[in-house]
């Protein structure tokens, strides 16, 4: 048993392939509170995930009856700049400007280098990150394959390039077809298709940002058997999720009976994990 402690998105690392041209493989764990606990022991083992009922504001930590966005408080969510328009939209970013609800914060965060990205994620999805949020970004949406398809110096212009290929690729993943396995041979070739596509579709002043021979990047997940039916759960209505933890994948914890939860989704939750 692990003292309970306030959820958090999972943590996870890329081990390197072992031969050129494998994926690597990703490993997570949970900040448990002044310590970190590896969760792929657990996989395969009887797994309790319990919620005590006490939720905090992830920014202030204050204790709180109801979250806003992803684990805040109201007035936190109404000022944090990790609650901006523009982690949702990056394209009405104003770092660059000098502008923002902490300027220091956008300075750090938003005014840097980003990459504008395909991933396939049960389909092939566009999108943004900072740089130096490579590759965790992608593992946090579970992809399998990955492509930076171009390099700008700020968010504003990344978000400019993403809304303009909105007309042509999603945007979002569809958590049921992220936790399905695929083919990714197929799943490569298409992305390498997409990219083909975003070289003819992109406005052409966008385009001295395009990266034209990127290497795809591979990630394998510890899930390797999905069961046949997913329902997603929340701690709210179901308190303790108790079973054979199946596997890992993006943000989500897979049982073996098919409950499903979004880890990142319940930051802010005060929790116990016990395992047999």
């Given at each position: ?112 280098e980003h ?37 700008v110096p ?36 298409a992305l ?85």
């Amino acid at each position: 048993m692990m003292n309970g402690f306030p959820l958090r998105k999972m943590l996870a690392t890329l081990a390197p392939a072992q031969t050129a041209g494998e994926a690597g493989h990703v490993v997570y764990s949970m900040d448990a509170g002044g310590g970190t606990v590896t969760l792929d022991q657990f996989i395969g083992q009887a797994f309790t995930l319990r919620f005590s009922g006490v939720r905090t504001c992830v920014a202030c930590g204050r204790p709180v009856k109801k979250f806003y966005g992803q684990g805040m408080c109201w007035p936190c969510f109404q000022t944090a700049p990790e609650a901006s328009p523009c982690i949702i939209r990056p394209e009405l970013c104003e770092a660059h400007l000098g502008k923002g609800r902490d300027v220091r914060w956008e300075q750090d965060h938003h005014n840097q280098e980003h990459i504008v990205y395909l991933a396939h994620t049960g389909g092939v999805k566009v999108g943004v990150t900072r740089s130096t949020q490579v590759p965790t970004r992608w593992i946090d949406q579970g992809a399998m394959l990955a492509l930076p398809i171009a390099r700008v110096p700020y968010r504003q212009l990344a978000g400019a390039i993403e809304v303009d290929l909105k007309q042509h690729f999603a945007d979002r993943t569809e958590w049921r077809k992220m936790l399905l396995l695929s083919d990714v041979t197929m799943d490569e070739a298409a992305l390498l298709e997409a990219r083909s596509k975003v070289f003819e579709v992109l406005d052409p002043e966008l385009r001295p940002y395009l990266i034209p021979e990127a290497p795809v990047a591979r990630l394998a997940y510890p899930l390797y058997n999905v069961p046949p039916k997913l329902a997603s759960v929340q701690l709210d209505k179901l308190p303790a999720i108790t079973g054979k933890l199946q596997g890992i994948k993006g943000q989500y914890l897979v049982w073996a009976d098919g409950r499903v939860l979004n880890v990142r989704n319940h930051a802010g939750y005060h929790v116990e994990v016990e395992a047999a």
